[in-house]
Nanobody, 122 residues
Framework: QVQLVESGGGTVQAGGSLKVTCAAS????????TAWFRQAPGQEREFVAA????????YYADSVKGRFTISGDNAKNTVYLQMNSLKPEDTAVYYC???????????????WGQGTQVTVSS
């Protein structure tokens, strides 16, 4: 059984930083694409960043380039999203998910975590 568990969410002031974590069991993340998505109330779930450890591939949404960094720890089978220079518009529930190949479409990810709330106050 594959499980993804996000953690590390919370409330931070605009301009601050937060690091969210995606811990996996039942699937070795280094052999898949792992992505972070986010969803604000009343909005569509949107792609944030993705990583494929094989080949060192990372990809970021334009809205977070230069501010967010996705990384992985193979020994811990964990993917992180370091979020810096946070803005109020970054407020959302952040989800991690895995796919066999890179895509920004939610429908192609087969496993999802439960999400962790990130709130950025102005």
């Amino acid at each position: 059984q594959v499980q993804l568990v996000e953690s590390g969410g919370g409330t931070v002031q605009a301009g601050g930083s937060l690091k969210v974590t995606c811990a996996a069991s039942g699937r070795t993340l280094s052999t898949y694409v792992t992505a972070w998505f986010r969803q604000a109330p009343g909005q569509e779930r949107e792609f944030v960043a993705a990583i494929r450890w094989s080949g060192g591939f990372t990809y970021y949404a334009d809205s977070v380039k230069g501010r967010f960094t996705i990384s992985g720890d193979n020994a811990k089978n964990t993917v992180y999203l370091q979020m810096n220079s946070l803005k109020p518009e970054d407020t959302a529930v952040y989800y991690c998910a895995t796919s066999s190949s890179f895509t920004m479409a939610t429908g192609w990810y087969d496993y999802w975590g439960q999400g962790t709330q990130v709130t950025v106050s102005s």
